[in-house]
């Protein structure tokens, strides 16, 4: 994987990872403020604590990579939901796709143009009841399969599989309404990433690519998208102060950009 540049050019066939830290300070939360339209920060408001500043940073941080993509200023950008929740953009961005995961103080933010794509990121930490959710959402195989293996190893391919399978399911926009077990993903640490059957067909699992990206340590991530194999740009994790100093270059300390 190649790293981008903070000011990389739109993608072509490339697919962009782009890791975030979360968290900020009181004066970040308040220029990330000043970056979103009022619905946004209103459904911001409507939460309370860590939840409510990572709600408003993730935006912001989307809203501040959208705008260097195309262009547009980070306010003015408009989303499209889809039935099931996808957001899409809601402007003519010759084909810009994208989509956001986050978990235990880390996005994810993913961009490709001309095919839809999703990205999963977990924070690798105990499950209570791992074989039962296993046992529920997974496919026998993919439940068999963690069943062989315990103690950490054991917790990492619950991962993996989770990762994989939310993946797919935000790529193909239906996100849980389509049934976990209605396709099978490859979870050991020795096999090839990849789908294995959707609905019992391989062929379809075949016009499929999926990635496990190693984006920060402690993290499971996955991305999926219905093409070929695609080259991946993935960043190393920016802080959302880093971020911020590309639109607002006066952010005192912005340049730093080590997890704080
Ligand atoms: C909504 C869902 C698509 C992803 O949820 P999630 O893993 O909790 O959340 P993530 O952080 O990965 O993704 C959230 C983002 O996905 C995007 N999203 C929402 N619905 C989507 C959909 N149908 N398709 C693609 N992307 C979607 C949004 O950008 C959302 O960002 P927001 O929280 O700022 O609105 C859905 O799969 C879900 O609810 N999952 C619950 C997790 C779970 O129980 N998994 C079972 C594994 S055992």
Not at 24 to 36: H, V
Not at 46 to 75: C, E, K, N
Not at 212 to 236: C, M, N, T, V
Request: hydrophobic letters at 35%.
């Amino acid at each position: 994987m190649n790293k981008p540049h903070l000011h990389a050019p739109p993608c072509d066939r490339f697919i962009h990872l782009w890791p975030v830290w979360l968290d900020t300070t009181t004066s970040g939360i308040q220029q990330c403020r000043t970056l979103l339209p009022p619905a946004e920060l209103l459904d911001g408001d409507r939460r309370t604590g860590q939840v409510a500043r990572d709600f408003l940073t993730a935006r912001a941080a989307l809203r501040i990579l959208i705008a260097r993509y195309t262009g547009i200023q980070p306010q003015s950008i408009r989303y499209r939901i889809g039935s099931h929740g996808k957001p899409r953009l809601d402007h003519d961005t010759a084909n810009l796709s994208f989509n956001v995961s986050h978990s235990g103080g880390l996005a994810v933010f993913a961009f490709a143009r001309g095919c839809e794509l999703g990205v999963d990121i977990e924070k690798i930490r105990p499950i209570e009841d791992l074989d039962n959710i296993a046992r529920r959402f997974f496919c026998t195989r993919e439940f068999e399969s963690i069943r062989r293996t315990s103690g950490q190893e054991r917790v990492d391919s619950f991962f993996r599989c989770w990762t994989r399978k939310e993946a797919f399911i935000k790529a193909d926009g239906r996100g849980l309404s389509f049934p976990l077990n209605g396709f099978a993903v490859t979870i050991g640490s020795d096999e090839p990433v990849r789908l294995m059957h959707v609905d019992g067909d391989p062929e379809e699992a075949s016009a499929w690519t999926m990635h496990s990206p190693p984006l920060a340590a402690g993290y499971a991530s996955a991305l999926a998208y219905r093409d070929q194999p695609r080259p991946i740009e993935a960043l190393p994790p920016q802080t959302v102060k880093n971020l911020l100093f590309a639109v607002c270059p006066d952010s005192a300390g912005a340049r730093n950009h080590t997890h704080e």
